[in-house]
């Protein structure tokens, strides 16, 4: 059985930062991409960041590009999200995903086929 599991969310700060990390297990995703997605209360579900198989190739949401970098250990198969100068509309809860067959990144969730169960991040004024 292929889960993902998120850890690492929180309250912070505006202007905080907080590092939120997703671990596999079930198989391996050493050669194909994951994501982070976002969902705040009464939104859709918004990409935030892709990387790829090898991790050499990344796309950020304009929302989050300069303030959160994603990394992932295909050693340990673990994706990462070290998210810095946090503003009170980065909260929401957020998923991490991973493509079951696909090295390349994608923007799309539909294109995602395995998802963790999200942890809650939220960000005071």
């Known amino acids: 059985q292929v889960q993902l599991v998120e850890s690492g969310g929180g309250l912070v700060q505006a202007g905080d930062s907080l590092s939120l990390s997703c671990a596999a297990s079930?198989?391996?995703?050493?050669?194909?991409?994951m994501a982070w997605f976002r969902q705040a209360p009464g939104k859709e579900r918004e990409f935030v960041v892709t990387?790829?198989?090898?991790?050499?190739?990344?796309y950020y949401a304009d929302s989050v590009k300069g303030r959160f970098t994603i990394s992932k250990d295909n050693a340990k198969n673990t994706v990462s999200l070290q998210m810095a100068s946090l503003k009170p509309e980065d909260t929401a809860v957020y998923y991490c995903?991973?493509?079951?067959?696909?090295?390349?990144?994608?923007?799309?969730?539909?294109?995602?086929?395995?998802w963790g169960q999200g942890t809650q991040v939220t960000v005071s004024s």
């Open positions: 079930g198989r391996t995703f050493s050669r194909h991409a």
């Open positions: 990387i790829s198989g090898s991790g050499s190739s990344t």
């Open positions: 995903a991973a493509r079951a067959t696909y090295p390349a990144i994608s923007t799309r969730g539909e294109e995602y086929d395995y």
